[in-house]
């Protein structure tokens, strides 16, 4: 168990729907980066926020946006849901925002768009 | 860009030793790590390199790194049937613009290993 959880555990919805992914990370991390996991693309670096902000953006479409809260917990939010992005959605989390190594990453949520 | 290629599969017997290979492409890669992915799990971080070591021992494991041929390695010695999963090679950068810290995985590489 890594510490860090993600809910919800499975997310099926329609194409052209709006879902919420959350993740809270370990205890102590700042950090929090979002990565998309799917047969095609294989995992791929979406955004990352520390301490509330945006510090980081990779692949990420417009249609998907995130926040981190004060309490550190992150959402990631997909609209305008598409067949393409029915993948496995991980959060991480790590002490700094430049910690070059360690990051942990928490079960996934796996979304299905129908 | 950046990117990191491994191949897909590999097969092993119990007990004999598990060789993962990975390439890289960006030559300013300052950490390379090793992650395991099992069925239905997230990523757990099996161990990393800097790169300014070209190896690194952890109980069965093995970190080798050739930098100029930009080519890493993880061996799993005495491989057990629990080995099996997906591992992912990683690498970060200081250097990726305002994206320092995040990871660029390859697609992993499915070792299966048999009883």
């Known amino acids: 168990d890594s510490g860090v959880t993600q809910t919800p555990k499975h997310l099926i919805t329609a194409t052209g729907q709006r879902v919420t992914l959350r993740c809270s990370p370990r205890?102590?991390?700042?950090?929090v980066y979002w990565y998309q996991q799917s047969l095609d693309q294989g995992l791929q670096f979406l955004i990352q926020y520390y301490n509330g902000e945006e510090r980081a953006k990779g692949n990420i479409l417009e249609r998907f946006s995130a926040q981190q809260f004060p309490d550190l917990h992150s959402e990631l939010n997909l609209s305008s849901l598409e067949l393409g992005d029915s993948a496995l959605y991980f959060c991480?989390?790590?002490?700094?925002?430049?910690?070059?190594?360690?990051?942990?990453f928490g079960p996934g949520t796996r979304l299905t768009v129908l | 860009g950046e990117d990191v290629e491994q191949s897909l599969f590999l097969s092993v017997r119990e007990g004999d030793s598990s060789v993962i290979n990975c390439t890289y492409t960006?030559?300013?890669?300052?950490?390379l790590y090793w992650y395991k992915q099992e069925p239905g799990a997230g990523l757990q971080l099996l161990t990393y390199i800097f790169s300014n070591m070209d190896m690194k021992q952890d109980q069965r494991l093995t970190v080798l790194l050739n930098k100029k041929d930009k080519h890493l390695s993880l061996r799993i010695a005495d491989t057990q049937t629990g080995d099996s999963a997906i591992y992912f090679c990683?690498?970060?950068?200081?250097?990726?613009?305002?994206?320092?810290?995040?990871?660029?995985f390859g697609k992993g590489t499915k070792l299966s290993v048999k009883p």
């Open positions: 990683a690498e970060t950068s200081e250097n990726y613009g305002g994206s320092q810290g995040n990871l660029i």
């Open positions: 205890s102590g991390d700042l950090s």
């Open positions: 991480a989390s790590s002490v700094e925002a430049r910690r070059l190594g360690e990051q942990f």
């Open positions: 960006d030559s300013s890669s300052t950490y």
